[in-house]
């Protein structure tokens, strides 16, 4: 398991130093542990988002492994003179996840997105990672008083690892708060990556993803996102903050 040293703090918020390799070897160690393991896979605006948010600053900190998912988090870490070895993005770590459970003989169970999407993410992916598993499927929309049910479901399944597609901090609140009522051994929250694997969207070319640009692709897709792409300045701001405090 790997040790806490290997954190950096960006704005408040921890962020493990790690390659893909090296998630996807926590990742294989957490999936033999004794009770969920939470792994989260944030970007600078969803490190934004906690650090107003004491409640979900608090999960990722307890999360077994927190992924530099963005890479405003790597300018940031430049920034603060503790430069992360590389992003990870949290759909590659998924993927590779979902390889690494096929190999191990592991099932997975994908909760989530709009009505279809899971299911058809599913049979995406069984058609494309040989001897992958999938334990079950379910949408992301319900109720409060649904939950119990819910992990029910994902329990009877037998699933070893849950990938949960609840948009940040629902998909981190939910895992953490039922650690102890589901019997997966890690999940992980994926955001948009159903929405990928069941061709509902596109993901960034290799250009956009190799240059940083991954982002700008994904608001050509969704104008919309521009609301939440707004947020970067302030971030950096934080982070510029964050460093002359520390140079004090």
């Not at 070893?160 to 953490?176: M, S």
């Amino acid at each position: 398991m790997m040790e806490r040293k290997s954190r950096i703090n960006i704005v408040g918020i921890p962020v493990d130093d790690v390659t893909l390799g090296d998630a996807l070897s926590v990742f294989e160690d957490l999936m033999k542990g004794p009770r969920l393991s939470l792994i989260a896979t944030p970007n600078s605006e969803i490190v934004m988002m906690a650090s107003k948010d004491p409640s979900f600053a608090e999960i990722l900190d307890r999360a077994e492994l927190v992924i530099p998912d963005g890479i405003g988090l790597l300018y940031a870490s430049k920034m603060l003179g503790r430069p992360l070895k590389e992003r990870v993005a949290g759909i590659d770590f998924a993927q590779g996840a979902l390889e690494r459970t096929a190999q191990l003989g592991y099932s997975v169970f994908f909760f989530g997105g709009r009505p279809g999407i899971a299911e058809k993410a599913a049979e995406n992916k069984r058609r494309e990672i040989p001897g992958l598993r999938i334990a079950g499927t379910r949408h992301g929309y319900f109720t409060e008083e649904e939950i119990p049910s819910i992990v029910e479901e994902i329990n009877g399944s037998g699933a070893d690892f849950l990938c949960v597609a609840l948009g940040a901090r629902k998909q981190e609140q939910f895992i953490d708060a039922h650690r102890d009522a589901l019997h997966a051994r890690v999940g992980v929250g994926i955001g948009g990556s159903l929405d990928v694997w069941s061709g509902s969207l596109k993901r960034a070319p290799a250009f956009y993803r190799k240059n940083g640009l991954e982002w700008l692709y994904r608001l050509k897709q969704e104008p919309s996102r521009i609301r939440r792409i707004r947020v970067l300045p302030a971030f950096l701001a934080n982070v510029a903050t964050q460093r002359m405090k520390e140079e004090l």
